[in-house]
């Protein structure tokens, strides 16, 4: 019988601890009958400010999400949806297609979207080549962010990186700061802005952003979650989260 709630679908999330947004943002976009279910990865050091820090924090990652996925595979949910960023870059796009692998196999089997497969997806949809990016990381992972976009075949025209200190401090960037950098990345040559980190609160201020910039401004998190209905046969248009949601 299907769940009273999740009537549609049951989609697993996986998050760090520390993050405050996903579920947020997620539970704003859904469309009525699936459900957000979340498996939590322990963050036990939230520090992020240098490129060895940040590697240990992908570590604290890499040690809990099995555990995360175990514990949410209980409520029997029917795909997997990455709510975390940076590993799924990290490594280009043969990293991604081996991280998908590695959760895939955890989970059973589940289909899994990531958000580097959604955002190159979301970017395709559009048919957009040159690309500009906004990150909350360190050197080191805005690395792998433009290595996966070009890999993937897109130009990286700009790049800003928000040096956030620590992995909760993502969801303190103030709205109008990212305002600023989205104008900075904007320019005649740039099909597209991407926004990368899932804490980092942007699918409200991309969807006005489209209007006054004139071009897709990708929030990860919509992208995330389009690719996870589109993947799963559901074609429901959601107002107020940007085109992608709303047109494609």
Request: proline content about 4%.
């Amino acid at each position: 019988m299907p769940d009273i709630t999740g009537y549609r679908a049951k989609f697993a999330t996986i998050v760090p601890s520390t993050n405050t947004v996903v579920e947020h943002d997620f539970n704003q976009m859904r469309p009525h009958g699936i459900t957000i279910h979340t498996g939590r990865m322990y963050i036990e050091n939230p520090r992020m400010d240098s490129n060895t820090a940040f590697e240990e924090l992908l570590g604290q990652i890499r040690s809990s999400i099995a555990t995360a996925i175990r514990d949410v595979m209980t409520c029997q949910p029917d795909y997997l949806v990455m709510g975390m960023s940076a590993e799924t870059f990290w490594g280009g796009v043969e990293g991604n297609t081996s991280f998908e692998e590695r959760v895939r196999k955890m989970s059973g089997g589940l289909g899994v979207s990531t958000g580097a497969s959604a955002c190159r997806d979301a970017l395709n949809a559009y048919g957009a080549r040159r690309v500009a990016i906004m990150s909350p990381y360190q050197p080191v992972a805005d690395e792998n962010v433009i290595r996966f976009f070009s890999e993937a075949g897109f130009d990286v025209l700009g790049f800003t990186g928000l040096r956030c200190p620590t992995a909760t401090s993502i969801a303190e960037v103030p709205e109008a700061r990212c305002r600023d950098e989205l104008a900075k990345l904007d320019g005649p040559d740039v099909d597209a802005i991407v926004q990368v980190g899932t804490n980092l609160s942007m699918v409200r201020l991309a969807d006005a952003a489209e209007r006054w910039l004139g071009k897709p401004v990708i929030a990860i998190n919509a992208a995330t979650l389009w690719h996870a209905l589109r993947a799963n046969g559901f074609t429901d248009r959601v107002d107020g989260a940007g085109a992608l949601l709303r047109d494609h």
